[in-house]
């Protein structure tokens, strides 16, 4: 079955970067695009970027532009997301999720399997 | 960005009443030449990523009962619960993958 499992809970001081992963199994990590949604404790969801897995092409909210970076490591169906210059704002539980078509049925209509979260607390 | 708001932010329901949550987008989000509308809901029950429910506005997702179901277009769209049940208790959330995805505050549903 599809599976997304992200790393473990993150502790870090401003100022500083975090790189989450997030693991596919149970299909072709490359054929689905990735994206990536955070959510502040209580608060909405908040839509941060995209990756295609299989060229490493990305595309990143305005908000995060500069700060986030999307990769790959396709032979280990792992992708990550990599935030820096990290302040207490961006304290969140962050989600990978896969867009629920693949690239070659066209477009997708929304996300369709998500990893568990991981938390990530920004303090001093 | 296209933003999504929703109303009301909480609704409580008596079990087996109905449960109608609105979204309204900023800009339309139907796709004319397409003939579909970009727009996508989700549940999410605490400590739980977030469930796609609804996708094409009005598609529901496999397994998800057929008393959610949504409608609209253009700009106004609906999230009816025919008949609420317990485990209807979560925050629903609209989306927006006509551009640049953008969700909804969201609307916690509770048992009245």
């Known amino acids: 079955q599809v599976q997304l499992v992200q790393s473990g809970a993150e502790v870090k001081k401003p100022g500083a970067s975090v790189k989450v992963s997030c693991k596919a199994s149970?299909?072709?990590?490359?054929?689905?695009?990735i994206n990536w949604v955070r959510q502040a404790t209580g608060q909405g969801l908040e839509w941060m970027g995209w990756?295609?897995?299989?060229?490493?092409?990305?595309g990143y909210a305005q908000k995060f532009q500069g700060r986030v970076t999307m990769t790959r490591h396709a032979s280990i169906s792992t992708v990550y997301m990599e935030l820096s210059s990290l302040r207490s704002e961006d304290t969140a539980v962050y989600y990978c999720?896969?867009?629920?078509?693949?690239?070659?049925?066209?477009?997708?209509?929304?996300?369709?399997?998500w990893g568990q979260g991981t938390l990530v607390t920004v303090a001093s | 960005d296209i933003v999504m708001t929703q109303s009301p932010d909480s609704l409580a329901v008596s079990l087996g009443e109905r449960a109608t949550i609105n979204c309204k987008s900023s800009?339309?989000?139907?796709?004319?030449?397409?003939?579909?509308?970009?727009v996508a809901w989700y549940q999410q029950k605490p400590g739980q990523p977030p469930k796609l429910l609804i996708s094409?506005?009005?598609t529901r997702e496999s397994g998800v009962p057929d008393r959610v179901s949504g409608s609209g277009s253009g700009t106004d769209f609906t999230l009816t619960i025919s008949s609420l049940q317990a485990e209807d208790v979560a925050v629903y959330y609209c989306?927006?993958?006509?551009?640049?995805?953008?969700f909804g505050q969201g609307t916690k549903v509770e048992i009245k």
């Open positions: 094409w506005a009005s």
């Open positions: 990756m295609d897995p299989d060229t490493g092409n990305a």
């Open positions: 999720a896969r867009l629920n078509a693949p690239r070659t049925a066209g477009e997708g209509s929304g996300f369709d399997y």
């Open positions: 800009q339309s989000v139907l796709y004319s030449s397409r003939n579909k509308n970009y």
């Open positions: 149970g299909y072709s990590l490359r054929s689905y695009d």
């Open positions: 989306q927006q993958y006509y551009s640049t995805p953008t």
